[in-house]
Structure formats: structure tokens, C-alpha cells
């Protein structure tokens, strides 16, 4: 699976201080429970991961984790992880600090099954005449 998951400068920057203070971390989006929709940063194995989580891609060495069914409502998106103040959930890590993570999402193309056939010949957009009536 391609990353689905990317993070702005100011989170990683935060994850960069958690790592030098906390060793290996790791990310779990969450599902609703606790606080909301939450992206929760755990050290990394504390958050135990099974086939019901999806791993969308790596931010600053840091695994990131959606739960399947949340997955199957998100699959359209592109998540960004950013930081904003305020205090998140007591389970994740940066909650003492007065900061706490988000995610922000942007949908994204799905890729079609018939979408090579549809391309002209330099691979940039339909072909001559695909879609016009």
C-alpha cells in the first residue's frame, strides 16, 4: 500500500523531541473512543497492533495505525498529521505538554480499474475523445 499518511514540519518536529525522550514511538489513529478521532502517539509496542489495524505508512520513524473498520470509512483519504495547542487525551504521549496531535484529511483519488485503458499515450489524462458524448 502506498503511504497514505504524511505529517507538517511543526509534528514532526514534536515527534522528533518525543523520540529523543521517550526512544521509538509509535501512532494509532483513533476511533472515536476516548478523545474523538485522535491520532494517539504511544512508545512503540505499547499499542498492541493486530489484523484488525491497517499500517498507513511511517511519520519520522514512527508506524502509523488506523483500525480496519474506521479504514473502510477513511480509505478515501489522505491523512496529515499536524500539532495544535491544547491538551489532547491522556493516553498520548504529548498530552503534558499542552500540545496534542490531529489529523486533517484530504480525499484522494481512487484509482479506476479501467483507468490504463483511458489514458492517452503520454499517460496524462484520457484519451482523445474518452468521456465526451
Not at 526512544?23 to 512503540?44: I, N, W
Not at 480496519?68 to 499536524?82: G, K, P
Amino acid at each position: 500500500m502506498a503511504e497514505r499518511v504524511s505529517a507538517t514540519d511543526a509534528a514532526r518536529e514534536l515527534i522528533r523531541e518525543l523520540r529523543a525522550e521517550h526512544g521509538e514511538l509509535m501512532f494509532h489513529q483513533s476511533g472515536g473512543c476516548c478523545d474523538g478521532s485522535s491520532p494517539m502517539c504511544y512508545p512503540a509496542g505499547e499499542f498492541l497492533t493486530g489484523p484488525a489495524d491497517v499500517l498507513l505508512g511511517v511519520v519520522e520513524g514512527c508506524e502509523f495505525y488506523i483500525g480496519r473498520a474506521q479504514w473502510e470509512l477513511w480509505q478515501h483519504t489522505v491523512l496529515l498529521l499536524d500539532v495544535v495547542p491544547g491538551r489532547g487525551a491522556g493516553f498520548s504521549i504529548e498530552a503534558p505538554r499542552g500540545l496534542r496531535f490531529l489529523t486533517r484529511s484530504d480525499l484522494c483519488a481512487v484509482p479506476d480499474q479501467d483507468e490504463d485503458e483511458d489514458e492517452d499515450e503520454d499517460g496524462d489524462g484520457p484519451a482523445d475523445g474518452a468521456g465526451v458524448d
